[in-house]
């Protein structure tokens, strides 16, 4: 029987993706074995015509990391959709939209202004910014587009399964690849990992009080974490109850607390939101501007409770830019 | 789905509905007196009057109320915005988790009383009365509590046999009640109706008794019991009638045993049993508050500094008597150190035992000193008659009590004269607070989060009743003197008969269900729950039914959905707010106990607000999810209004400092994110406060 074709392609993402797959270690033989690979930019030298010479649906799964930004990537996604009977969003800026999601604080012109003008290592005194299409003595030259949002994966083509993590952890990641192989494939839409919350295997959830209070919310980087206690008794946010489980606690063995990767549970669309209700209904103080106070005191909140899924809340971007 | 529309005796303009073949629509003009069937698991849609007045009318339908009349047809909006509110509460019944009734058989009618002080023996007395059979357990080996040891009951000293013994005596004559001193609650399991109760019964040593007292006469350990000292053998003129050995002092050196053989016996075994009730009377009563933390005034360090309790009964007893006293108010009341709370008894136990030293010694010199006299109703004659004896009051909070030269010397301010004064005494008195009986309620699985059971009266569940059958009579409800304790007692009894007199209760209010597929019991919720109704059992989050209330705080707390109130479950409202927000509305949300009825006020009062002003009903300012907040921006309403009660004024506790705190920082948020926070507004509204709602909803209309 021939092998089933699969693509592995990269967006808006790190590397951290890729690095995944090479972090299955002698596993990675059992996928090769298993699989031919079809486009693998990182590892093997295919071309995006050898993907447009398939036919539809030639690709028994194509894994795509990163989130949308670039006209390029909008066009590659749309493409293995065609391509592919299954796509597996790998990670969490194709699941959620990840670190670069944290763009949609801004736009494009002010991310061009920013790093192509403003930084103090830059030296820019004409002003020119990237364009699309630049002609030169030697021809046009071209650039994919940027575009102003930074989108989810399914945001941009419709997505059959979901493997999250920053990065996938390689268990996940070979448990998601044999069950494909095998056919054994949960409800489509489904994320591949636990559908509860984090807290459900921490070893340190034991060790957490009945009665969750806090009277003042502290930054990791400024207190020496216990790395036995629970984050959220000692009044340091930890994502872990809004986030899912199945990463294996990584964050948590190294003593930091759970930033969100997995992204939310399945019923949570906003987990960014989901979070802050919890945390605010939490500080337990009897009095109306102490209570003010502590909830003020939340220091980068984008940052914190959408480190990894602001193109996937209900209000996905900056407003009015 | 069917949809019933009122117009309200014709006087409502209805608005003309298509919601298609799935809704059904039954026009009435008369829906409070002619009732339409409705079967308990059918889901309906009733438009009409106002749902404090629908639910009355309905209290066992599975309905989403939309009120139709207060909303649009009082104050002239137009029948559109009917239509508009009634396919919202379709969209949301469509998707509600529909309340299931919670039915608890009273299979046990006789109940447990706990404590035998004046408050559990009114109790036992009146229900027993009444044909219930009754267990009333005393953890001392005598009935009387507190007031056995007293010598008087204030306000004006009578003695407290006046009290005591007819009651003590009204009880004895009971066919209906065993009373078991000695006796402690180990365990109790069940619920309302039907619970089990583990007791356990200390050994008392005599076994049959003439009262002749010589085993006191040979007993050689002496035993300091509250300002008096007796013997490790006793007797206290209650019941039962007979002596008894505090085994926790008694040598067991056997010279009472020689002088009443085989009648004392010092090896008799803890008996366990267990006995079934349908309702449990917590009636612990008075529970003295550690006074020695109070460091600075050296109570248990310094000689003769002493509770009012131990004065009393040093001074009634003879082996007291002292020329010159202070009595210091508020030790450790009314204190964030200590107790932060007024334990309201207390400045009338100062002035009866400034009355006990003046009535037995009347040249003894006595000092009040206290921050504020609280002598409410008519104490005040108590408060004035020893003014008239030339008892010295003095407005102040003394700093330290200390022994120089041999005698006690209480430094403090005097606020009426603006002096430093150091008084010398022989005598200290601290009247100090009382707290709640922790552990009993502990044993009963009843959390008390502040300081006694007050918070559910806050609930509107009153005094006398804790939710799970379970009542309090008495000082254990809150610290209160003997006429307040018998009156408190006999409500609970009355409470308690209204609950036997049924073969069983039905619950229908909204409760927090959990999905355990979907919870990973992070415990987020449990501390947010007012009532202490959630608890882990079985490494599973559990809901006590008898406990939870409806405030949909826990749902919206759970980071994972997990948690979901009946009615008010996220699906149901998200639809309603997509199916109801257009741009340029305000949105809203609407605590059901306060802002939403100032809407009504408003109506009444004919105060107009914009049409474009659509109000969603809601359980709590603390049941409103962010998530719904952000939904309606997205749908460019002009504004969210939540609205609340007022702080420390919330029915359910705490809901709306969650409400303050979620919207502080999803406005950190949404302001990052360039929205105009200022769309946002969280409000507290009175219940009457009509024009304060128009107002607030004028402005964010501008």
Redesign the interface.
Known sequence: MAKPLVAFYWCASCGGCEESVVDLAEDILKVVEAVEFRLFPVAMDFKYSDVEALPDKALAVSFINGAIRTSEQKHLAELLRKKSQLIVAYGACAHLGGIPGLANVANRKEIFETAYKNTPSTANPKGIYPQTVTETEYGKLTLPEIFDTVQTLDQTIDVDYYLPGCAPPPDLVMKSILAILEGKLPAKGSVLTSDKALCETCERNKTKPEKLAIKDIKRISHVIADPEKCFLAEGIICLGPATRGGCGERCINANMPCRGCFGPTREVKDMGARFLSGLASIIDVDDEAEVEKIAKSVIDPIGLFYMYSLPSSIINRKQGV | MRLFICDCRGSMKLPKIDLGTDVKIEYHSNLCTDRPQIAPDEKVVIAGCSPNLLEGIFPDVNAEFVNILEHVSLIGHPPEKAAQLISAAVAKMNVTIPVEAKVFDIKEKSVLVIGGGVAGIEVATQLSRCGVQVTLVEKSPFLGGTVAKLDRLYPEGTPHSHTLMPLVNGLYSQKNAVQLCNTEVTSVTGRVGNYRIGLKTKPRGVQECINCGKCVDVCPVEVSDDGKTRKAIYYIPTFPDKYAIDFETCTKCGECVKVCPGKIVLDEKTKETEVGAGAVVVATGLHWYDVSKVEEYGYGRLEGVMKTLEFERAVASGALHPKKVAIVYCAGSRDSKHLPYCSKICCLLGLKEAKLVTDRFPDTEVYVIAMDMRSYGTFEYLYNTLRSKGVSFIKGKPSEISRRNGKLTVRTEDLYTNELLEIEVDNVVLSCGFTADTETFGKLKIKIDTDFPVLFENAGLGTAELPRGIFTAGAATFPSGVAETLIDARKASFSVLNLLQQDKIEKRLPQARVDE????????C???CPYGAI??ADDKIKVNEELCMGCG?CS???????SQLETWN?KGLSKQIRSLAQKGDILALLCKWSAYNATERAAYDRLTYPKNVKIIRVPCS?AV???HI??A??KEVKGVLIGGCY??ACHYA?GN??A???E???R???D????DTSKIRLEWIGKDEGRKFTEIVREMSK
């Open positions: 597929d979907q919870c990973s019991i992070c415990r987020m449990i501390g947010t608890s882990i705080i919206v707390t759970c980071p994972s959905y997990a996220e603390g999810d962010p998530s952000m939904l921006l997205t702080p420390h705490r400092f969650r303050r705190a979620r502080q920082i999803l950190l948020n949404l990052l994110l360039g929205m």
